[in-house]
């Protein structure tokens, strides 16, 4: 992210709170060859949140989009924070998922009765996605955008596109919602795609 980019959770904060009261946190999210970059902005923004408290800060607040503790930066923050302050008391306030946005949005359901439901980042690789659909009955795939062609045709031969779902920029003005076999655009990094079973009773799986 550049130095002087504002993301979605800063925006959200920075309408409801005074300027002087939000503090950017750089990491280096598209990082994946250097692990020694991604630690190094954890470091640096511990330091911040560590420096808030000993200076009188009583409470610090970290805002994450989704759900903190689901492939969120978040939980690297807190790890450090404690570690630097063992005395520091981490709490978090669930959010609301991205797969959970997509399926409200889409009228899809997750899962019902016994059925199982797997969630896996595309970073993982599209074998791991390709595995998923052999063992579970609801597969979700974060971080997708730049795997939806392969995506597409694993679903197909898996025979499980038709009730696949798309999702980007959820809950934001340019939203993308719409069924997988329909999305031919260039997606964001940032997005989730939903594969439900194939269900043809009601209460099949219960």
Same mark, same amino acid.
């Given at each position: 992210m550049d130095v002087a980019e504002q993301g979605r959770a800063e925006a959200t904060v920075r309408a409801h709170i005074a300027d002087d009261r939000v503090r950017r946190l750089l990491f280096a999210l598209n990082e994946r060859e250097d692990r020694s970059r991604r630690e190094a902005a954890w470091d640096a923004a511990a330091e911040v949140v560590v420096a808030a408290f000993r200076e009188g800060a009583e409470t610090v607040a970290f805002a994450t989009i989704g759900d903190p503790n689901i492939y969120s930066t978040f939980t690297y923050l807190a790890e450090t924070v404690v570690s630097l302050l063992p005395e520091v008391e981490v709490q978090? +306030?669930?959010?609301?998922t991205a797969m959970q946005a997509l399926a409200a949005a889409s009228g899809?359901?997750?899962?019902?009765?016994?059925e199982s439901l797997l969630l896996l980042p595309l970073s993982a690789g599209v074998d791991a996605f390709d595995a998923a659909l052999k063992t579970?009955?609801?597969v979700v795939a974060y971080k997708g955008g730049a795997y939806l062609a392969e995506i597409i045709? +694993?679903?197909k031969e898996h025979q499980r596109l038709d009730e696949a779902v798309f999702g980007a920029a959820l809950g934001l003005t340019d939203q993308r919602i719409a069924s997988l076999a329909e999305v031919t655009a260039p997606a964001p990094y940032l997005s989730t795609v939903i594969a439900p079973p194939k269900r043809t009773t009601r209460g099949g799986k219960l």
């Open positions: 978090t +306030i669930p959010g609301i899809t359901v997750l899962c019902e009765g016994r579970a009955d609801t045709s +694993i679903l």
